[in-house]
T-cell receptor, first 113, second 114 residues
């Protein structure tokens, strides 16, 4: 199993550009999450999904959108990038039976200038 | 809302010494508590969890943590540090078993000196 994979690993965006961060898991987990990690701060939940077709906002959803058309994929969309979105983004997944045991991807480091 | 505070953004110990990473929580109801470890350029990995069973929780790699309600603490310890323990450690709290409301601390970077 590859676990949770994220692409790209690094990206530099200009203000106002758009991009999609990809996340795929091969563990057949129904729960998936997107977090951002700012320097000196803990992770903050952006969006989460409890299954295909179901998504909901987390603690910091503004400026982002998500979709969940399949169990495996949970892409995160930035429509109009802003410097405040410079961060490291982590995708995670978990099984509903052990929702606390989240498996994390390696992260995407995004810089908006 | 629930929260955690990790005391000390950076802890340095010698190899073989005791590791103590501090975490205090704030919660209006009995919480679920977690410690995660993040190695360089990797995602977070669950070290151990407290889910209202035994107050002394043992995790992977020789780490353990004790839930102390009276002190609202969940400190992480390891009797003898190893070079491979150098990483960033995050304490987290959740009120629901499904973790949609998980809140992470700011992290503590552990350095192990030879």
């Amino acid at each position: 199993n590859a676990g949770v994979t994220q692409t790209p690993k690094f990206r530099i965006l200009k203000i106002g550009q758009s991009m999609t961060l990809q996340c795929t898991q091969d563990m057949n987990h129904n729960y998936m999450y997107w977090y951002r990690q700012d320097p000196g701060m803990g992770l903050k939940l952006i969006y989460y999904s409890v299954g295909a077709g179901i998504t909901d906002k987390g603690e910091v959803p503004n400026g982002y959108n998500v979709s969940r058309s399949t169990t495996e994929d949970f892409p995160l969309r930035l429509e109009l990038a802003a410097p405040s979105q410079t961060s490291v983004y982590f995708c995670a997944s978990s099984n509903s039976g052990k929702a606390y045991e989240q498996y994390f991807g390696p992260g995407t480091r995004l810089t908006v200038t | 809302a629930q929260s955690v505070t990790q005391l000390g953004s950076h802890v340095s110990v010698s190899e073989g010494a005791l590791v103590l990473l501090r975490c205090n929580y704030s919660s209006s109801v009995p919480p679920y508590l977690f410690w995660y470890v993040q190695y360089p350029n990797q995602g977070l990995q669950l070290l151990l969890k407290y889910t209202s069973a035994a107050t002394l929780v043992k995790g992977i790699n020789g780490f353990e943590a004790e839930f102390k309600k009276s002190e609202t603490s969940f400190h992480l310890t390891k009797p003898s540090a190893h070079m491979s323990d150098a990483a960033e450690y995050f304490c987290a709290v959740s009120l629901q078993y499904n973790n949609n409301d998980m809140r992470f601390g700011a992290g503590t970077r552990l350095t192990v000196k030879p």
